[in-house]
T-cell receptor, first 113, second 112 residues
Framework: SQTIHQWPATLVQPVGSPLSLECTVEGTSNPNLYWYRQAAGRGLQLLFYSVGIGQISSEVPQNLSASRPQDRQFILSSKKLLLSDSGFYLC????????????FGEGSRLTVL | GDSVTQMEGPVTLSEEAFLTINCTYTATGYPSLFWYVQYPGEGLQLLLKATKADDKGSNKGFEATYRKETTSFHLEKGSVQVSDSAVYFCALHMDSNYQLIWGAGTKLIIKP
């Protein structure tokens, strides 16, 4: 069966520090991968999606970046965090041919102080 | 552009009450429609879906019917439980896109 893991689950970072969130998918090949952010009490904001290794599409211009170094690995990064980067970050994947049905990870809660 | 509108929450009900969460959409083509649920502190999970007009999606006692004439996909459950307390998201997907269009989410609170 397919599983998705993201880590760390919780982190508290000072303003200006770097960020790295990792997500891996197991049990499938060539998935589409997504990073979403959910601010407190708000809806979902798509940050990045990827349809293959090294292929990243950015939906929102900001100080975050994403990379896909391996087929089932998706990384969200920042060189310098802002207070506004606080939120709940969700990684998700879909089968290449059924992109409407997403499978989400457990989420990573980031607090920037 | 395509969009999804959900009723604002929170929606507060007593246990065993009937639930309706409204969802309407605007789309230029024929989307697939989804309801996702997010329990506190967790990621989202697919609750149910419908891929064409008049389809009814159902799961865990929840139902939603794809109504093309009213461009709606309202979520219903006949008797809610405390464990149904969560945030519910309505979403649509067009085959030509890699991403879903999401509603803002509706928080549901069930009191014992």
């Amino acid at each position: 069966s397919q599983t998705i893991h993201q880590w760390p689950a919780t982190l508290v970072q000072p303003v200006g520090s770097p960020l790295s969130l990792e997500c891996t998918v197991e049990g499938t090949s060539n998935p589409n991968l997504y990073w979403y952010r959910q601010a407190a009490g708000r809806g979902l904001q798509l940050l990045f999606y990827s349809v293959g290794i090294g292929q990243i599409s950015s939906e929102v211009p900001q100080n975050l970046s994403a990379s896909r170094p391996q087929d089932r690995q998706f990384i969200l990064s920042s060189k310098k965090l802002l207070l506004s980067d606080s939120g709940f970050y969700l990684c998700a994947w879909t089968y290449r041919e059924t992109t409407g049905e997403l499978f989400f990870g457990e989420g990573s809660r980031l607090t920037v102080l | 552009g395509d969009s999804v509108t959900q009723m604002e929450g929170p929606v507060t009900l007593s246990e065993e009450a009937f639930l309706t969460i409204n969802c309407t959409y605007t789309a230029t083509g024929y989307p697939s429609l989804f309801w996702y649920v997010q329990y506190p502190g967790e990621g989202l999970q697919l609750l149910l879906k419908a891929t064409k007009a008049d389809d009814k999606g159902s799961n865990k006692g929840f139902e939603a019917t794809y109504r093309k004439e009213t461009t709606s996909f309202h979520l219903e459950k006949g008797s809610v439980q405390v464990s149904d307390s969560a945030v519910y998201f309505c979403a649509l997907h067009m085959d030509s896109n890699y991403q879903l269009i999401w509603g803002a989410g509706t928080k549901l609170i069930i009191k014992p």
